[in-house]
């Protein structure tokens, strides 16, 4: 098999302290364990994702973690940055934001000024609908200063984020890139491969969908949304990264197709040259 540089686009990480207790939270909120599914084991820490990128030779993550209320952001964006200072071979970290928050502008000027690439968001987690008045302001701010956004996209049992929803957003910050993660939709993967696809400032992320997706399906999404706009990512520490690579490697796309999926989407994206 070729040796392919690889980046894992979509990891969560979290002080040593709470780390335990963040990953069974994420496990418990997607009824992941409910429903007796296995997932990695994995605590989101550091050591955990080191670890884990030697094993699969793992050129370098993109590091995050979701505020849940507005006066965590700028400590949340200080601790990625911190952690890409010390393993800055390794990490490539993206801000926190939050809708509660009375200085959009200036959250996302501390970003660039502590070196961050992005903005992450989960409406799910953060209870707030994407094209809420608050949220638009987020992407006001993020498209006019070149900040793109991973968000946390699709829920069959909500409707924060799913594609009527999106679209709408996508439509009004036509500058403004956004990476859709689950597949643009998660668990309405099919809906949102079918409404989402046309958006020429869309990528999706390939993160907490394998595990759910007959072959023949997850293949047919990533082609409905071109292997030029998908971006491989685990969703650590959700899934191991070695499952996840051997499924995309499965699915019968050509090696600059999966070099397009594996790091040159998400460098393009990031404006990251290499």
């Known amino acids: 098999m070729k040796d392919y540089k690889i980046i894992d686009s979509h990891c969560h990480i979290f002080p040593d302290k709470i780390a335990e207790?963040?990953?069974?939270?994420?496990?418990?909120?997607?009824?992941i364990t409910d429903a007796g599914i296995k997932t990695s084991g994995y605590v989101g820490n550091v050591r955990t994702l080191l670890a884990q990128c030697r094993v699969m030779n793992i050129d370098k993550c993109i590091v995050n973690s979701v505020a849940t209320t507005a006066h965590q952001v700028r400590s949340i964006n200080e601790f990625i940055a911190n952690e890409v200072t010390l393993h800055p071979d390794k990490f490539i970290g993206l801000g926190a934001m939050h809708p509660d928050s009375e200085d959009f502008e200036g959250d996302a000027d501390h970003i660039i000024e502590l070196g961050l690439h992005g903005v992450k968001l989960h409406p799910d987690i953060q209870n707030f609908k994407i094209d809420d008045p608050k949220a638009l302001k987020i992407f006001d701010v993020c498209e006019k200063k070149g900040l793109p956004i991973l968000i946390h996209t699709g829920d069959s049992r909500f409707d924060n984020s799913n594609p009527n929803r999106v679209a709408p957003v996508l439509e009004q910050f036509p500058d403004l890139v956004v990476i859709g993660a689950h597949m643009g939709g998660w668990s309405i993967w099919k809906e949102a491969s079918e409404k989402l696809s046309k958006f020429k400032n869309f990528y999706v992320d390939t993160c907490s969908s394998f595990y759910a997706l007959k072959k023949e399906d997850a293949k047919k999404i990533i082609e409905t949304y071109g292997t030029d706009k998908v971006i491989f990512g685990t969703d650590f520490p959700m899934w191991p990264a070695k499952d996840e690579?051997?499924?995309?490697?499965?699915?019968?796309?050509?090696?600059?197709?999966?070099?397009?999926?594996?790091?040159?989407?998400?460098?393009?994206?990031?404006?990251?040259?290499?």
């Open 21 to 31: 207790k963040a990953t069974k939270s994420t496990d418990r909120f997607y009824g």
């Open 245 to 274: 690579l051997e499924y995309l490697f499965s699915l019968g796309f050509s090696e600059p197709q999966l070099e397009d999926i594996l790091h040159n989407n998400i460098l393009k994206v990031l404006k990251i040259y290499d």
